[in-house]
């Protein structure tokens, strides 16, 4: 009896579909039946080759190698998933297989994974294509009825061999590059340098500002039994500003709405490494971790998604779900419609508890128990009823002054979801929710005179901008440009990396040495700095992933030419590898000794490019020691005697710079400081 061969993505995947299409004669690497024969690929089985697959003189790194473009491109087999290709090759190869059905992911690289495998065998036999988003039974049954023919989808398997060819072009070619000519060993990505760009410019906003204090008054305000408090903005005559708040004060402007808060959408991977992130300290990488254990022991759905939406065949399933948690007060089954959208469901659904969690989450304990428990609140949460509340914006003037007074209230009528999120925060995490005062604000009409009770001066400081952490860092890479996308296009991938490589991009850069973290910051490293440094900024920027997006959709829906993309990629590699060809940096061999270490009493040494300690990761020694630092310290260059100042005195004072922002020139002391990231600072206090 002749078969058809079902190739998923996952073995979890592959074996939701086979119990659906009635197949359960499990052997090894698959599963058989009468009709189907259902089996996996173990993520990419098929990679692009390395270099030195195609020249053996590729092992060795030269500058007048690059750039490699390959003219026929190789392909290999993972070692590790070798086992599992060569199933696949043989069930291929079967006589009694007469058909091919690819049920991979429904997206971009699902395609590419299938038509890898497909293209390594050679096979020949026809294919179809299973596009299907959500695993429930009714989902994959009426998906089946509806197979496509492979070939409908050639466009977007162009798309993802476009994507998959250019990030090669762009990896061997730039790390190689940017190493030769800096003497260190560097990685260069689309999506990786990017990401340390960001960190790295955070870093020197955070550098360059020049805190300052400011002063605004606060004043108490009376009417009838009521009281309320109203702030000034930033004043530059305070004395005058207190001496006029004695003519009296009035209601210049009220503006009153009615506000309606909705409920969070349920978790894609990333929002819940954010939150995960912010509530437990963990990291993206360890979410991800904890979330792939819930997921292969059926606690929740699959974790790797960018939708945070159900499909509608669905709703039903969710109902059950909500039900055994019994929050009939709370929500109405209405609600659910308002996560249930097909068309923001592309890969996967959202992430959810599993029914059966109901039952077996009660085993969980420790970090599982508490992504279970974050997971599923979000869920309800997401159909809970909205908060409803009503908004009060006053200015208060003042009577012969141009000074405006602002007070802000909120009256709640339905707390809604809020309510439900303070206890179940409370209960499930041991977290007591932040519970925003209510400020109540009296009835008010514009000109009415008010009775001041108060004033007094408050004194504040401007402040920097945070360091990023893994949860505002994950934010960043999802909006990184966005503004750019076209939004005449359905772009597939959007912001830099996607929700399942985002934590690993994370983790490449922490050990590369890029970047640390440290009490949540994420902070870059000299070497992450003289990295950035060398690169342009078309490498650097989120630009060239949005143009990218913009192109490989056209390519998916037929109206952008393949080759045109992928002649413009080898265009701006050999352009970048020419710029660079000639370009070194300043030499290290004029090395004078300037003293010694004060972190672990080794000398240090000064070249043209940097202060090191022999024992620090840059020193003759290659050691441990963190005593390092450029030379370049915000566009300033230490002369040698400021070098030697520096190691002796500790500071250096008045040492000119320019605002990259306003172009105006300030003074400032520069500071030794050993134990610190930067080694040397600025110090504005002084």
């Not at 000034?232 to 004695?246: F, H, R, T, V």
């Not at 909705?262 to 991977?269: A, G, K, M, Q, T």
């Not at 320019?658 to 990231?677: A, C, F, I, M, W």
Request: aromatic share 8%.
């Amino acid at each position: 009896m002749l078969k058809k061969l079902l190739i998923a993505e996952k073995p979890s995947v592959a074996a939701t579909i086979a119990k659906v299409l009635g197949v359960n004669n499990i052997k090894d690497g698959y599963i058989e039946g009468d009709d189907y024969i259902v089996s996996w690929a173990v993520g990419h089985l098929v990679s692009t080759s390395y270099p030195e697959k195609y020249d053996k003189k590729y092992k060795n790194w030269n500058l007048n190698d690059l750039p490699i473009i390959p003219g026929i491109w190789k392909y290999e087999i993972s070692r590790k998933t070798s086992k599992q290709f060569n199933i696949l090759k043989t069930l291929f190869n079967r006589s009694d297989v007469e058909r091919i059905i690819c049920a991979t992911d429904a997206g971009r690289e699902g395609e590419l994974i299938f038509r890898l495998i497909k293209n390594k065998i050679g096979s020949k036999k026809p294919a179809e294509r299973l596009w299907v988003s959500s695993l429930e039974e009714k989902a994959i049954k009426e998906a089946m009825k509806n197979l496509k023919p492979l070939e409908q989808y050639d466009n977007l398997y162009k798309a993802a061999d476009c994507r998959n060819k250019s990030d090669w072009l762009i990896g061997m070619n730039y790390s190689r590059l940017f190493s030769i000519i800096s003497n260190e060993t560097f990685r260069v990505g689309r999506v990786q340098t990017p990401t340390l760009n960001m960190i790295v410019e955070r870093e020197k906003e955070i550098n360059l500002f020049n805190s300052r204090k400011y002063k605004v008054i606060e004043i108490e305000i009376k009417k009838d039994n009521d009281k309320f408090k109203a702030i000034s903005s930033e004043l530059s005559d305070i004395n005058k500003s207190l001496e006029a708040l004695n003519n009296g004060i009035f209601v210049k402007k009220v503006v009153t709405k009615n506000k309606l808060t909705n409920p969070p959408l349920p978790f894609d991977l990333t929002t819940l490494q954010r939150s995960a992130n912010k509530i437990f300290g963990y990291s993206a990488k360890k979410t991800l971790n904890i979330a792939q254990n819930l997921y292969e022991s059926k606690n929740i759905s699959y974790p790797r998604t960018d939708s945070r939406y159900i499909t509608n065949d669905m709703i039903g399933t969710i109902e059950e779900i909500i039900d055994a948690f019994k929050l009939e007060k709370h929500y109405k089954k209405e609600n659910i419609k308002r996560i249930a959208d097909d068309s923001k469901v592309t890969d996967h659904t959202c992430i959810l508890p599993t029914l059966t969690s109901i039952k077996t989450s009660k085993k969980l304990k420790g970090e599982d128990l508490n992504i279970y428990n974050l997971i599923t609140i979000q869920l309800l949460l997401s159909v809970c009823n909205s908060k409803k509340s009503i908004t009060t914006k006053i200015d208060i003037g003042v009577n012969d002054d141009d000074t405006i007074y602002k007070a802000n209230g909120e009256v709640v009528l339905d707390p809604g979801f809020k309510e439900i999120e303070t206890f179940c925060m409370q209960k499930q995490l041991n977290i007591k929710a932040n519970k925003k005062e209510e400020i109540s604000i009296p009835n008010l009409k514009e000109g009415e005179k008010l009775h001041l009770i108060s004033k007094k001066v408050v004194e504040r400081q401007t402040q920097p901008p945070s360091y990023f952490t893994e949860d505002s860092l994950l934010k960043a890479m999802e909006l990184a440009g966005n503004e750019m996308l076209d939004k005449t296009v359905n772009i597939e991938r959007k912001g830099i990396g996607t929700p399942a490589t985002r934590a690993d991009v994370i983790e490449g850069l922490i050990k590369a040495k890029y970047i640390t973290r440290k009490n949540k910051k994420l902070r870059p490293t000299i070497l992450g700095e003289k990295l950035i440094s060398l690169v342009p900024e078309r490498i650097k920027s989120p630009k060239l992933t949005a143009d990218w997006e913009n192109k490989l959709a056209k390519i998916s829906s037929g109206d952008y030419m393949a080759n045109q993309f992928m002649d413009d990629i080898k265009k701006d590699v050999k352009h970048t590898c020419n710029e660079f060809r000639n370009y070194k940096i300043k030499g290290d061999d004029n090395m004078k000794d300037v003293g010694s270490c004060p972190l672990c009493g080794s000398r240090v040494n000064m070249s043209d490019t940097g202060v090191n300690c022999e024992n620090s990761f840059y020193g003759k020694n290659k050691g441990d020691c963190q005593f390092s630092f450029y030379r370049t310290v915000n566009g300033h260059y230490l002369t040698d005697d400021e070098v030697e100042e520096l190691m002796t005195a500790g500071f250096i004072d008045d040492i000119e710079f320019v605002s990259k922002k306003t172009g105006n020139e300030y003074t400032t002391r520069l500071v030794l400081d050993p134990h610190g990231q930067y080694k040397v600072r600025m110090d504005f206090n002084n």
